[in-house]
């Protein structure tokens, strides 16, 4: 269940309390999402996780996130955001007013001056104060509050006054733009994923009632208007219209829908009315599935984000006992030095060392990749898939359904020794009779076009032999109906056709009779897809089928992969993959392995990255996958490579501008060359323009020009 962490707002604290809630038997593996400000518990932790909350932060209250309104909590955070205003305001006001009296009060009216800037100082920074008391108070003495609180207060005692009040000051104006932007950027993303439909019109009668779409019950009607979204997954019993699919899969081009068709959740009806009978209730539906799916997502972080918790805990720390050992060395060991001068250069490197640009701008940019993919029709699973995405340099492919269509259809009998097209179609169609293979079903409707009736009852002894195809007794004949290799297997010599489909070969109490071709359509960007990929610097492509040699290699060719492999049975596809990751000379390639999620589901679990096309409505694809293609489009393989790298791009660029600004003003603040107005640019700034920088990651600039 979905927890909201109310009241948190300091990227730190939220570490601290994932440290601490993972100390729980049975959290270790628990994750405080900073973006959307929410845990994932079972129930039965809650209580223990709220007395840790009221341990290490109280300010921070545990709410079910089914409970409450959104909106009330929005408004809630906008009279706090006021009051912070007035806070600021005033305090530069003050601030204004003590710098202007300042050289008139000094020295006869000093107290006076201590006050005004006592008031501006308490204005602009009592929260960081109460703060950094309390957790002081807890153990937690290394945060942004206690640097803050040492900083400032080490200036007053030095009487730098305007100094301590005007770094307070900025630090509280740069916490307050760096909460609005991640505000910001957090309801973004919202936007982006807001596909759900508000509510239902329940068919009642002759009457419609507007319900809430979780009210409403698997095999009751709804009514769906034009501009309206499909608020429940169903079948369309009435009505016919086009459904704009863009918000799930990325395509703009609308879906043709009319009776017996099913509609998903999150789709848009652009023209007719539409009646809908309701398959599946409103948390089972498409488009909670993919919420929860897109929201939750951060709970598996990026080795990057990872290690950046790991360095921000200890960073601080190593600052700290710097810019103590700045303050009292030189004093003593130089001649001449003073201890108000290197005191105020260590006071300015606390001021800088603040980690806040890393521990919120990183994660912030994983989830805006997310965000913004999902927003394409492609689903990650989490943040370290989307990293892995980056680092993928072969890609194998399933062929059927994946960079074919999967539809089969007869294209050719060809009948040998005596038999007739009819004949062979006759025994073929009744020997697969009882099997879910598309090929079979093709042959049936195949032979159910010639107007003929099936004899089911002169079926017996069905033998389904994996890999190989049927057996079974047709009338007073034995049917043997599969590959080449069931012919070779049951001794019986077969023409090997030169064709561009799969063949299937008949055989009739031994005989060969002939065989029926079956051809599978490439998808139209197939071999667009293979290309994108090349030019993305993508070494190696592979194509992995059951079909036999002849078929896989023409659609090689077609496609325009680098290697395929043919005549594999399901378990042959797990060896094969293995072997395509060990590489050439022992060097391990990165496979990322794109399937139809559902028969694929053991090659996918096995692949650095699998991914599943085609998952529109496919719950087991959701389910096996690490990335998701909401469209049978190969061509999204490279976009989420893309988007990928883009994201990975920009979350070093904050890395870099992090501790290269931070490491040259630490640098400049040791040197005694920085002051502490710098230092709060190091600091609150380079948050800013961090949490900024990471916002591009929603936008379209991942695309190539």
């Not at 929410?38 to 039965?44: C, F, G, T």
């Not at 897109?294 to 598996?300: D, I, K, M, P, W």
């Not at 032979?447 to 009338?475: C, H, L, M, P």
Request: proline content about 3%.
């Amino acid at each position: 269940m979905v927890y909201r962490l109310e009241g948190l707002d300091c990227p730190n604290c939220a570490a601290k309390v994932e440290r601490e809630l993972r100390k729980i038997e049975g959290l270790s593996e628990v994750c405080v999402n900073f973006i959307s400000k929410s845990v994932d518990l079972d129930p039965r932790y809650e209580e223990a996780a709220a007395e840790v909350l009221r341990r290490v932060d109280p300010d921070v209250e545990l709410v079910p996130e089914s409970s409450g309104d959104d909106k009330e909590e929005s408004e809630v955070m906008t009279g706090e955001q006021k009051k912070k205003l007035l806070y600021i305001f005033s305090s530069a006001i003050l601030l204004v007013m003590g710098t202007l009296a300042g050289p008139r009060l000094h020295g006869r009216f000093e107290f006076l001056e201590y006050a005004i800037f006592l008031a501006a100082y308490l204005a602009a920074g009592w929260e960081v104060l109460y703060t950094a008391t309390r957790n002081i108070s807890r153990g937690r003495i290394f945060d942004e509050n206690f640097l803050m609180t040492l900083a400032t207060a080490g200036a007053f005692a030095i009487h730098q006054l305007p100094e301590a009040v005007g770094v307070m000051l900025f630090y509280s104006v740069g916490e307050y733009f760096q909460t609005l932007a991640v505000n910001r950027s957090r309801r973004s993303i919202e936007a982006l994923m807001d596909i759900r439909a508000d509510y239902a019109n329940l068919k009642l009668g002759d009457g419609i009632e507007k319900v809430h779409p979780r009210s409403v019950k698997v095999g009751q009607v709804i009514v769906v208007k034009p501009g309206e979204k499909v608020p429940l997954d169903g079948q369309v019993v009435s009505g016919s219209s086009f459904m704009d699919t863009s918000a799930l899969t990325g395509e703009p081009v609308p879906r043709r829908v009319e009776p017996g068709v099913r509609v998903l959740s999150g789709m848009v009806n652009t023209e007719g009315l539409l009646e809908v009978r309701v398959e599946k209730t409103y948390g089972e539906s498409s488009v909670s599935k993919i919420l929860d799916l897109v929201q939750n997502a951060a709970a598996r972080k990026a080795r990057t984000e990872q290690f950046i918790t790991k360095f921000a805990r200890y960073y601080t720390p190593v600052v700290v006992f710097a810019a103590a050992a700045i303050a009292i060395i030189p004093p003593l060991a130089v001649p001449k030095a003073t201890f108000s001068e290197w005191l105020y250069r260590a006071l300015t490197m606390l001021v800088i060392s603040c980690p806040c640009a890393l521990v919120v701008s990183i994660p912030l940019g994983y989830f805006g990749g997310i965000g913004g993919a999902s927003r394409r029709g492609i689903l990650v699973k989490g943040a370290n898939f989307l990293e892995v995405l980056t680092w993928v340099d072969t890609v194998v492919f399933d062929k059927t359904g994946t960079l074919t269509k999967g539809v089969f259809k007869v294209s050719q009998v060809q009948a040998k020794n005596g038999f007739s097209d009819e004949d062979i179609l006759r025994f073929a169609a009744l020997a697969e009779i009882h099997s879910n293979h598309p090929i079979a079903k093709s042959i049936r409707e195949a032979f159910k076009a010639t107007g003929a009736a099936f004899e089911t009852s002169a079926v017996k002894d069905y033998q389904e032999i994996a890999g190989y195809g049927i057996k079974a007794r047709v009338g007073a004949n034995t049917v043997l109906a599969g590959n080449e290799r069931l012919m070779e297997r049951e001794g019986i010599a077969c023409e090997v056709p030169q064709i561009s489909g799969t063949a299937v070969h008949v055989a009739v109490e031994g005989k060969y009779a002939g065989y029926i071709v079956i051809s599978d359509e490439v998808r139209p960007d197939a071999a667009a897809a293979i290309k994108r990929l090349k030019a993305l610097g993508i070494k190696h492509t592979v194509m992995l089928t059951g079909d036999d040699e002849k078929t896989a290699e023409l659609a090689a060719k077609e496609i325009g992969v680098d290697e395929y492999f043919a005549n594999l049975l399901p378990q042959d596809k797990v060896a094969k993959l293995e072997h395509i990751q060990v590489g050439e000379g022992g060097r391990r390639r990165r496979v990322a392995f794109v399937g139809d999620g559902i028969n694929d589901a053991p090659v996918i679990t096995r692949a650095d990255v699998g991914m599943a096309m085609g998952g529109l409505g496919s719950d087991a694809a959701i389910e096996a996958a690490d990335v998701v293609i909401m469209e049978d489009a190969p061509s999204k393989v490279a976009d989420a490579i893309k988007i990928a790298r883009h994201t990975r791009k920009i979350v070093i660029e904050n890395i870099a501008l992090a501790l290269g600004i931070k490491g040259i003003f630490l640098t400049m603040g040791a040197a005694g060359i920085a002051t502490m107005w710098e230092a709060v640019f190091a600091d609150v700034g380079v948050a800013l323009l961090a949490v900024l920088n990471s916002t591009r990651t929603l936008a379209a600039g991942w695309r190539e020009k």
